[in-house]
Every structure is written in C-alpha cells, then in structure tokens.
C-alpha cells in the first residue's frame, strides 16, 4: 500500500478520480555564463556569489532564442517518454514571466509548434510558483473537466530581462525550461494536495516595473533601466524563508502526510541558503533534497521541473516516492504540491 493511500490520500479526490505527473522533460540553452564572466561584467566575485547564493553558472539563451523556444523542446522531451498520442492532449499550460510578445500566450505557439489539434492553449504568469499553479490547475482540470492531458510548461529566458548592469541581480538568473504530461490517475495516487497562497501586499518586492498598462514603455523609463527586474532580495529571502514551513506542511497535511514522509524535497532553486533552511526545518538529509541551483541559477517557474526531471534522470525518483515540491517568488507567492511518484 503507498504512504498516500495508507494514510487517507487527497480529501474528496475519490468522487472525481486523480491525476499524476505522467511524464517529465527539461531543456536549457547551449551558452553558460560562468561567475568568472560575471566577474569581467560587473563588480562581484565567484567568493560572493558562492557564498550568497550556492550559484556557480547559469544557461543563456542566445539572441532570437524565445521562450517558446526552450518550452518546444521540454516539452518534446516529455511527450517522447511517454506512449500517448500527442492529440490527447487538451490543453497547454505554459507559466511564465518571459512570454514571446505581451500576447498572445506563449502556449499559442508552443500548441502550434507541437501540432496539436483540438487543444486549448494559455498562460500563466506567477513568477516562480508558475509551475506549481499550472500543476494545480492541470490536475484540476482533470478530475472535473475530464481533459484527458494537459502539458504543464514552465519556461523562463529571463536573461533577456536582466539588467546586466545591476549586480545585485544579474548574478541571480538563468534561462530554461521543463515541462509534464499530466494524466488521469487512480484516486488517492499521483498529484495528492496542492496549496497556494498570495501575499500582494509584498508585490513591490520583486518586479518589472516598466511595460505593463502602469507605466507602458518610454525612452525616458528605458533611460532609467525600469524595463528590467528589480527585487528587494533581502525581503524576498526573509518572506521564502519564514513561507515554506507553512505552506509546505500544509500541502502535506491535505495529503495525510508528514515531513518524515517525504523522500524528494524539489524546491525552487533560487539560493542555496533558502533550501539547507527547508531541508533543515525538515530534517531532510542531503539525499533527499534535489540541487542544481549551483548550475542553472534561478530559472523562475522553470527551476521546479528542471530539477524534477534532473532527479528522474539520476534514477532519484521511483514508483511510489513521495515527492515535496515548493515554490516561492514574485507575487509574493508561495505554492506547495505532494505528487507520489
Ligand atoms: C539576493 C541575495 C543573494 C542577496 O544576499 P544578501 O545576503 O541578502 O545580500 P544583501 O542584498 O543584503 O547585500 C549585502 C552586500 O552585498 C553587496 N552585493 C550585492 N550583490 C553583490 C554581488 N553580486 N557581488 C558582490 N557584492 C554584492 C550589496 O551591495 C551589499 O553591500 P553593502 O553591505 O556594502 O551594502 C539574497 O537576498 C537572496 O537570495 N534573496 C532571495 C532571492 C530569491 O529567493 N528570489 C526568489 C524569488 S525569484
């Protein structure tokens, strides 16, 4: 018996069956940035950025390269490890802060691109919990909508809203993309519980202020650099740290588990530091915590399954595992989702 169904599973799932992470893929652009080549851009250091964030390099997509881009190929990754018939999917989820255009969603050409017919296709912009909410709505949609599939797509190319002059930031981010097949599943298996909360009263902590409807895009705001991400880092770290206790045990919690239960914590990898905080408040030993922060950076909503396909990949992940993944970021926003394997 699994640990979900021996200890209750998702409350009220059982009327509309479940749903699961069928299949799991991830891509990143070719270039890497190392912290040496940060070092000939800005005024930092390889000690600093280490010993701040745990970053050691990120991936760069290159000039023309869009998110779009990065999401096609994530997700052909997972479509190719699964037998479904592409056209089963019903629906194309990609979260993201770094659409193609302002519109039309970037899933429209993703859907496109995939040849995908009879598919509904849209956005979801919530920074780093982007993929955690697209998994919420994936599943969601599956136990009461009967989409058959849904590709969950989190794809971020944020180097191309960084402002490489700001060294408080710019050491930070990287580009890439992971994406799942998500499916019908028995009740009580796969996707158990997902919690999300939003904190708006801290929105001004980390944004894009310049080209939205508040201030639409002038020389004189690209003059003062407002076209690129700015975050009040120190605030964010303190909101992350003091949220994922709360919002993760309440995820586990709706799912009828403990901390104890977890065997992969897959948390948003934004600084090294936040994650040893969580594994620590969990006490979860290092083999049980997913890590590339140190080689991807912060690549927003794409960070959770990029390292979700990584621990596959390295065989971290087998049948019935339960899995905690934790997302935080702009917003401010905090999601929680306990998936067995
Ligand atoms: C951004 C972050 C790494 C900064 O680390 P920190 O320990 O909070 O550092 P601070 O911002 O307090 O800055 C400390 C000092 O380092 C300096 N500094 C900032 N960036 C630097 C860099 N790249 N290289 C060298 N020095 C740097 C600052 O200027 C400051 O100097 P001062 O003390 O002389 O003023 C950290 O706050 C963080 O990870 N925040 C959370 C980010 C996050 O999780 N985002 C997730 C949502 S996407």
Not at 81 to 95: E, F, M, N, S
Not at 151 to 157: D, F, N, P, Y
Not at 172 to 179: P, T
Request: hydrophobic share 45%; with cysteine.
């Amino acid at each position: 018996m699994s640990k979900a169904s021996a200890t209750g599973g998702e409350g009220g799932a059982d009327t509309v069956g479940g749903s699961r992470i069928v299949a799991i893929g991830s891509h990143v652009p070719e270039k890497v940035l190392t912290n040496a080549d940060l070092e000939q851009m800005v005024d930092t250091t390889d000690e600093w950025i280490v010993s701040h964030t745990g970053i050691r390099e990120r991936h760069i997509a290159s000039d023309g390269e869009a998110t779009s881009d990065l999401s096609i190929a994530a997700a052909r990754r997972a479509l190719e490890k699964c037998d479904i018939d592409p056209q089963q999917i019903g629906l194309v989820i990609v979260a993201t802060v770094t659409p193609d255009e302002p519109f039309p969603a970037t899933a429209s050409f993703v859907q496109h691109a995939l040849g995908l017919q009879r598919c509904a296709a849209f956005d979801v912009i919530n920074g780093c919990t982007g993929f955690i909410y697209g998994l919420a709505l994936a599943s969601s949609l599956i136990r009461t909508r009967q989409e058959q599939y849904v590709l969950v797509i989190a794809a971020e190319t944020l180097s191309k809203i960084t402002d490489w002059q700001d060294r408080s930031t710019c050491v930070l981010f990287g580009d890439g993309a992971g994406a799942a097949v998500v499916g019908p599943a028995e009740p009580g298996t796969g996707i158990l519980a997902v919690e999300w909360s939003t904190n708006g009263s801290a929105a001004h902590l980390l944004n894009l202020p310049a080209g939205g409807s508040r201030r639409p895009i002038t020389h004189e705001l690209i003059d003062q650099r407002q076209h690129y991400i700015k975050m009040q880092g120190h605030e964010v770290f303190k909101l992350a740290v003091r949220g994922i206790p709360e919002i993760s045990l309440g995820a586990l919690h709706k799912a009828g588990l403990t901390p104890q239960d977890v065997d992969l914590l897959v948390m948003h990898q934004a600084n090294q530091r936040i994650i040893d905080a969580a594994a620590k408040r969990f006490d979860l030993p290092p083999e049980k915590v997913a890590v590339n922060v140190d080689r991807y950076g912060n690549t927003s909503a794409a960070s959770i399954p990029i390292a979700l396909a990584e621990a596959e990949q390295q065989g971290r992940l087998k049948p019935g595992d339960i899995v905690l993944m934790v997302g935080f970021g702009a917003g401010f926003s905090l999601g929680a989702a306990v998936v067995e394997w």
